[in-house]
């Protein structure tokens, strides 16, 4: 998990934020320390991150074995797959814009869901069909969404402060 693509960097960016692709030997030990924890700590000490919100990222991050669900194993990411990276054509879609990295397959789907996809259904029983998703994949949706949704209050302030909150109380009553 978290292993950068053939000849790809480990220090690498999404969007403008830095972002670590160092292997680690599972996916919620590597997305505690590669995807959230530094994220929130950015957050946090620019002030775009209420106390409250910090305190629940920090609970998913301690509970994330518990959360995961059933182990899997590492699954090659697009790593940034929201609507504006996918673009339709007559022959199907075209996938630009990658942050790839070794991950967990959940992921790319709920970036998918984040900010809405054309076509999500189709393509969410297509990938359902090809590649059975693990029972309750439904309720890890905002496990899955909260290290975007951290991003974003990164690189574009508190305003997607209450939605990475909202993420991680979910995530956490899920299990």
């Known amino acids: 998990f978290g292993a950068a693509p053939p000849g790809g960097p480990t220090d690498a960016r999404i969007g403008a934020a830095p972002m670590r692709n160092a292997p680690a030997p599972s996916w919620p030990e590597w997305y505690a320390a590669d995807r959230l924890l530094p994220y929130l700590r950015t957050a946090r000490d620019a002030g775009t991150l209420p106390a409250e919100a910090a305190r629940a990222v920090e609970a998913v991050a301690e509970r994330l074995p518990d959360l995961a669900g059933p182990a899997e194993p590492p699954a090659r990411l697009h790593g940034d797959l929201w609507s ?17 990295h070794g991950g ?72």
């Open 104 to 175: 967990h397959r959940e992921t790319d789907l709920a970036m998918l869901a984040l900010f809405g996809c054309p076509h999500l259904p189709t393509v969410l029983a297509a990938y359902d069909e090809a590649a059975p998703l693990a029972a309750g994949w439904r309720e890890r949706v905002p496990l899955h969404q909260l290290f975007p949704l951290l991003v974003h209050v990164v690189l574009f302030g508190g305003g997607y402060a209450a939605q990475a909150a909202h993420a991680a109380r979910a995530a956490l009553a899920a299990a």
């Open 84 to 100: 504006g990276n996918v673009l339709w054509s007559p022959a199907g879609a075209v996938l630009i814009d990658p942050a790839a």
